[in-house]
């Protein structure tokens, strides 16, 4: 199942990967046909109360990714940093997830404070992930956290099976970086952003929703009350943010 998964991810002829926080959404994404589908931790932090990009929802992501993979698409789970800094963790963690079924994992370098994991490090956890018959996706923050150079960290991560590189919307910049690797490049869709046929015409090969659909649930929540409330309270309703979510949330314990 993890090669049918890897041949989707065509350099050109990106694939399209929604990103469900609980089981209804997953069903949902499903129903609508789409092959794969991915999990985001902003949402399953989100519905548990937990803060995101804290290593805070393991037990909650491991039966997330449990419960889904019996829908009939193939999952892939984000796991923040790999909910440890210990490769062994790691390796055992990714190894649990392909005995449920799972056919990838993405792997960030980012951390909650705002630094990034050391280099080396996460080569560790990336080489920890593999050998267990899933797509590592290796994710660098780079360009989220405006830290570090890009170019070193995908030039670094190359023996992951494909880069994500969120936070990079510029067509040039993504171009150059397709350039740069000959892993299946990932692209996070931003509203306003690059849309599919662009990010295809720039050499992309996935494009993921990450947190979008998630928040944008919320905001569909929202213009539904307002709808019910009386006409002299009712306010126009925007898209929240990943940083208005992460505000409502926790912080790390």
């Known amino acids: 199942m993890s090669e049918e998964f890897r041949?989707?991810?065509?350099?050109?002829?990106?694939?399209l990967l929604p990103n469900a926080w609980d089981y209804g959404s997953a069903a949902m994404l499903?129903?609508?046909?789409?092959?794969?589908?991915?999990?985001?931790?902003?949402?399953?932090?989100?519905?548990?109360?937990r803060p995101d990009a804290a290593g805070a929802t393991k037990a909650e992501t491991?039966?997330?990714?449990g419960a889904i993979t019996g829908l009939g698409v193939m999952v892939s789970v984000d796991?923040?940093?790999?909910?440890?800094?210990?490769?062994?963790?790691?390796?055992?963690?990714?190894?649990?997830l392909a005995a449920a079924g799972v056919v990838g994992v993405n792997l960030e370098d980012g951390r909650a404070d705002g630094t990034l994991r050391p280099v080396r490090l996460h080569q560790e956890i990336i080489e920890a992930a593999k050998g267990h018959g899933v797509f590592v996706n290796a994710r660098t923050d780079t360009c989220w956290l405006k830290t570090g150079d890009p170019?070193?960290?995908?030039?670094?991560?190359?023996?992951?099976?494909g880069i994500f590189v969120p936070g990079l919307s510029d067509l040039g910049a993504v171009?150059?970086?397709?350039?740069l690797t000959p892993l299946p490049v990932n692209i996070l869709y931003q509203p306003g952003g690059p849309g599919l046929d662009e990010l295809a015409r720039a050499g992309v090969a996935r494009v993921s929703t990450g947190s979008l659909l998630y928040r944008a649930?919320?905001?569909?929540?929202?213009?539904?009350?307002?709808?019910?409330?009386?006409?002299?309270?009712?306010?126009?309703?925007?898209?929240?943010?990943?940083?208005d979510i992460t505000a409502m949330l926790p912080g790390p314990r």
């Open 151 to 161: 170019s070193e960290r995908v030039r670094a991560y190359g023996h992951a099976d």
């Open 30 to 49: 499903a129903r609508e046909g789409f092959a794969a589908i991915g999990t985001t931790s902003l949402g399953v932090s989100a519905v548990h109360g």
């Open 79 to 96: 796991v923040e940093g790999g909910f440890s800094d210990d490769p062994a963790e790691v390796a055992e963690l990714v190894a649990g």
């Open 217 to 243: 649930s919320l905001w569909g929540a929202l213009s539904a009350l307002a709808a019910v409330r009386p006409s002299g309270s009712r306010e126009e309703t925007v898209m929240p943010s990943y940083g």
């Open 175 to 179: 171009a150059e970086l397709v350039e």
């Open 7 to 15: 041949a989707l991810h065509r350099r050109g002829e990106p694939l």
């Open 62 to 65: 491991v039966a997330l990714a």
